[in-house]
C-alpha cells in the first residue's frame, strides 16, 4: 500500500484530501506544516508528497528546496497551491516536483496525478546519467578522462561551459556509488559544520556559480575551507568569467580558490557526427525520468542535428544542447520529433555567427552590388587571418599578385601594414 504524505496548513484541505485517497486505498498520513512535514519525512519515506506552497512557517517550495539540496528528495512530490502561476510551478521543477496541482483541486485530477505520480517514482529510481553513458563519444570520452584525472588529485574541481543539468550530469560521474550528494545552491539557510559532518564522504556540488546569492557564497566558502577535513569533494559550474563574478561583488580570496583547478566542456567544432547519439541519450534520459513525454529522433531529425550551428561562444554548446533536447520533447506535437522541429527550435546559422549575418542583407541587393560586397567581405576576412600578409592572401584566394592588387584597390580594401610582403 502506497503511502502518501499531505502537507496542508487548512484543515479542510487536509481532511479532504485524505478521505478521498483512503477510499482509493492509499495510506495517508498528514503534516499542518513544514516542521511537521519534515518528522513524517523523518520516520518513514512516503511514496508521494503532496505539498502545498502557501503555508505560515516554512512555504512548500523552500522545503521542496531543502530536501533537494539535502538529497532527501528520495520520493515524488506534487505541489498544491490556490493561488498557483506557471512561474511557480516552473520553479518547483527546477527542484524536483514532477507536477502541479491548482485549488479547488478535481477529484479526476487529483487521482490521475496521484497515480501519475507513483508510476514516476517507480522511474525515479534509476542511477543517475553520468557520461559514462556516452563512452561511444570520442569527444566525451576524452573529457571524461581529464575530468577524472584533475579530479583524482583535489577535492575542489571548477567546470567550465556548462550549468544546471549538464553540469550535473559531469559531477555525477565523479560522485563514488551511494555516497552522500549536496547541491549547496538549495540551501536558504546557513551551512553548518553539523550539515557537512552528515554528508562525510559525499560530493558537494554547485550547478550554476552566477546564481548564487550572497548567503549562499558564503555557504561555499565556508564549505570550501572544510573539503579535506571533511573528506568532502565539490564540484561548482560555471558558464560566466569568474572576472564578471569578481565585478559583481564576489570575494575575491574565494574565486581564486574556485580557479585554481578547472576543466572545461569540449567544443562541438569537428564532432557534429557525434551529436545524434549524445542528443539520443539525453532524450531517453528525460523520458525514462518521466521529465517529459514519449519521445523519439526521426532518422530526419538526427541529421539535422548534425548541421545545427552552435556560434561561436564553445563553452555555451552543452547548454544549448541539454536545453534544445528538452525544449524538443516538450514542444513537439507528435511522439517521433522530426526534421522541421528541430529547424523551428535550434540556433539559426546565422544568430551564432556574425560574419554569417552580415551576408543576409546582400541577398537584397541586386548580383553586381552582392558580388562586391561579398567579395570584399571575403578579402577582408582573409587579410585578417593572414595578418596582411599577401602572399599567402595570393596563395590563399588563387589570384597572381598584381590582379590581387587590383582587385583589392577596386573594392576599396584597406591593406595593413605587411601589405608589401
Known sequence: M???LVVDDEVGIRELLSEILIDEGYDVRLAEHATAARRVRGELRPDLVLLDIWMPDTDGISLLKEWHAGGHLTMPVVMMSGHGTIDTAVEATRFGAIDFLEKPIALQKLLATVQKAIKHDNLAQRPPLTLEAFARSSMAKEFRRRLEQAAAKTPLLLLKGATGGMA??????????RSPWLDLSGLSS???TEMLEKVSGGTLFV???????????MNLAFAVDRLERMNLRLIAATATPLATLAEAGWDAKLLTRLGDIWV???????HGDELPEIAGLLLTNFVERGEVPQRRFSTGALNALRSVSWGSVTEAHWNELFALVRNLALTALDEEISAEDVSRVAPREAEGNPELASLLPMLDQPLREARDAFEKLYFEHHLRLEAGNMTKLAERSGLERTHLYRKLKQLDVRLGKRGDE
Open 207 to 217: 550547478p550554476d556559480l552566477a546564481a548564487l546569492g550572497k548567503m549562499q557564497q
Open 190 to 192: 546557513a551551512l553548518t
Open 168 to 177: 550535473e550530469i559531469c559531477a555525477r560521474t565523479l560522485q563514488a556509488p
Open 2 to 4: 502506497a503511502i502518501i
Open 264 to 270: 572545461a566542456m569540449p567544443s562541438f567544432v569537428g
